[in-house]
């Protein structure tokens, strides 16, 4: 990567730093900084910020991709119906269409704290591992609840009984800055009532998962494997306390294990097979890969209704909807980021790397000239994430391992596109679970690996606090 800094003195930045070392100093943006999602970079911070194509797409192309949209955000209904391009929601599933997790694309929120509307959070749901599990272990990651599954689906087809609702509850904790000011967090407990199909195992663990954004996602495919498990450091060898590996997960396609890349705990491989079993656990859509309804032999009534499969074997996303689609969810394009060469934004970048954050959100890739598709190829990115598993330490911790994520690992979030959550979304609430409900108690749940790092932060003063968040908000 290529800086602009200065080892000039504290005194003449724009705004102060927490010290005055050697260390490089940020008095310009960098070359091409803005182009987060280099040549596929979108030019809008509006609303709409999140559902562009990738800028450098050919007419051609943009078409493949508004088809794939269509069946992104349009709803799906139930079988039988005259509509069978569309068919086949259910039996039990979270939601009608994609859209409605991915808010405009953009990330989901937990239920409120007076309701049970939990459509764009979904709960994960497994038992504790053991040997005898060891295929289904090698090829999900988590052994099912026997009788809910991997996940809770709290809306049902009439005639079937949906899993359960969701509701989400509150407790203040507060955390003080060295200068006296106090941030109020709030840690969730997660209730799930109204069971469809009798009670739990006793063991059950449970994940909550609010949708994250979509976009960039055929960019960060795109990176190297190579790049990303360069560093990988799970023995500390360079001892500044960051661990990180790659999850090791199941590819359905190629049937082996191979790297994750998606998901709260990187358990996904590829794009496709993300679609694939959102499709599958969100909705109830069958496809080549998820041939079945997601439905346990304990619940009967589910496994007895008509799906919209199609007369000859074509399943309910056929292959031409699933490659839209996933044509769709690769090109979603990256938004540029905004005053790059502000001095408060810059005196939040030097205060970012001071404290370390970088260790984990790794600032910048290059893709891979074999990208799925040639727009991705060769593209100088800016996503603020390694994808690699680190341990965020109890305090963030749902205690569900999948695959060689444990449970206090989580995937680092990629960064890009974070300031205008409130712009495409309508809300500020981060992290897996939403708990968060702006990015200073994002930063402040951060623990484990990234104590080191939130320590720091506690020390800045409101002029550095201010800088650190003007920052975080031009990405």
């Given amino acids: 990567m290529s800086l602009s ?192 199909y009798g009670p739990m195992h006793p063991d059950t663990r449970f994940s909550a998962r609010v949708a994250p954004p979509m976009i960039g996602l055929g960019l960060l495919e795109a990176i190297p494997e190579a790049d990303i498990l360069a560093a990988e450091d799970p023995d500390d060898r360079n001892h500044d306390g960051i661990r990180g590996r790659a999850n090791r ?65 074509e399943k309910e996303v056929s292959d031409n909807i699933l490659r839209l689609v996933t044509f769709y969810t690769r090109n979603l394009g990256v938004p540029a980021r905004r005053d790059v060469d502000s001095p408060q934004v810059l005196a939040g970048k030097n205060l970012f790397h001071q404290a370390g954050c970088q260790g984990c959100h790794t600032p910048q890739f290059t893709t891979s000239s074999q990208a799925a598709e040639p727009a991705l190829a060769n593209q100088v990115i800016r996503p603020y994430s390694d994808l690699l598993l680190h341990d965020m330490g109890p305090g963030l911790a749902d205690e569900r391992s999948e695959f060689a994520a444990n449970g206090q690992d989580w995937r680092t979030a990629p960064l890009w596109g974070i300031g205008l959550s409130e712009t495409v979304s309508g809300h500020t609430q981060y992290l897996h679970d939403g708990r968060a409900r702006n990015l200073l108690e994002a930063v402040l749940w951060h623990g484990g690996e990234a104590q080191a790092a939130r320590d720091q932060v506690l020390a800045f003063d409101a002029e550095q606090r201010a800088a650190l968040l003007a920052f975080l908000n031009s990405l």
């Fill in 249 to 313: 997960v199941w590819d359905d396609a190629l049937g082996k294990t191979v790297i994750g890349r998606f998901g709260w705990k990187a358990g996904q491989p590829n794009v496709n097979q993300q679609n694939v079993h959102a499709f599958a656990g969100d909705m109830g859509l069958t496809s080549t890969l998820q041939p079945k309804d997601d439905c346990t032999a304990a619940q009967t009534d589910c496994l007895a209704q008509p799906n919209g499969d199609g007369a000859g074997g």
């Fill in 5 to 196: 800094f200065s080892r000039l003195p504290c005194l003449l930045l724009a705004l102060a730093l927490a010290a005055c070392d050697d260390a490089p100093r940020f008095t310009q943006a960098e070359p091409g900084e803005a182009l987060s999602g280099g040549q596929a970079t979108v030019m809008r911070s509006d609303r709409n910020a999140f559902s562009m194509p990738s800028a450098n797409l050919s007419p051609e192309q943009r078409v493949d991709f508004a088809v794939g949209n269509s069946f992104f955000r349009n709803p799906w209904v139930i079988a039988p119906s005259t509509t069978t391009a569309r068919d086949g929601l259910g039996p039990l599933f979270n939601t009608n269409a994609c859209q409605n997790c991915h808010i405009r694309d953009g990330r989901g929120h937990p239920p409120k704290a007076d309701g049970n509307n939990a459509v764009s959070m979904l709960v994960r749901l497994s038992i504790p591992d053991q040997p005898y599990y060891a295929k289904v272990i090698q090829q999900l990651g988590v052994v099912p609840e026997p009788t809910y599954g991997t996940q809770l689906q709290d809306m049902a087809v009439p005639g079937v009984a949906p899993e359960g609702k969701v509701r989400m509850t509150y407790e203040p904790v507060p955390v003080r800055f060295a200068d006296g000011y106090q941030v109020e967090l709030r840690r969730p407990t997660l209730q799930i009532t109204q069971l469809g």
